[in-house]
């Protein structure tokens, strides 16, 4: 939809500035802006390496280990069918670390790895599990510790305080994936 929307968009922006013969401004904003994409590009890139080298270093320690069991008793609750298996409990533990920390690039390829192992536990290949519809819930509402990517872009527009808007994400967050996973249940429980 994003791939036929932004082109009409930007088609009718040109269209507009040739009929009030404002071309002289949109020339100026597209190379004003591509300098900022650019700027704003590097400082994510950064920031994504950043934590995408913490997160290999968890995985080649055993800090992944000690998350695992840390999120065990959680797990539980949220993924009772297939708790048992250690290598899902790691690879959704994983993807829940990754967005903990705002990392929505790295944890996209943790959760379809986790998507994917659900998947072969499945029975029904054509219908969603119930754990995974509750991984796809949570991966949606997911709450974030540390929100990387909105602290790199305030910081690389120039924000005085990058960081001003943590404590209203962890509360809209914690709300949202409380909210989610009652809803969830109480859906689940209802469609037995």
């Known amino acids: 939809m994003l791939n036929v929307l932004w082109p009409v ?3 009718v922006s040109c269209i507009y500035a040739i009929f009030t013969g404002k071309v002289e401004q949109i020339n100026t904003s597209i190379f ?3 300098e900022s994409v650019v700027q704003l590009s590097i400082t994510l890139l950064g920031t994504i390496c950043l934590w995408n080298g913490i997160m290999n270093i968890a995985i080649n320690t055993s800090l992944i280990e000690k998350l695992v069991f840390f999120f065990k008793p959680l797990l539980k609750y949220l993924f009772p069918e297939i708790y048992q298996d250690e290598k899902i409990r790691k690879e959704i533990s994983m993807n829940m670390v990754a967005n903990m920390l705002g990392l929505g690039n790295a944890a996209t390829p943790l959760g ?4 994917k192992s659900m998947q072969e536990k499945n029975k029904k290949t054509d219908t ?3 754990a995974m519809l509750m991984f796809i819930v949570i991966n949606t509402a997911s709450i974030q ?3 990387t990517t909105v602290i790199a872009i305030r910081s690389s527009l120039g924000s005085q305080n990058p960081t001003a808007t943590i404590v209203p994400i962890w509360i809209s967050s914690a709300c949202s994936i409380i909210v989610v996973i009652l ?3 109480f859906l689940i429980k209802v469609g037995k």
């Open 9 to 11: 968009f930007i088609i």
């Open 32 to 34: 004003s802006s591509l």
């Open 112 to 115: 379809l790895k986790a998507m």
């Open 128 to 130: 969603l599990s119930n």
């Open 145 to 147: 510790m540390i929100p």
């Open 183 to 185: 809803i969830t249940k």
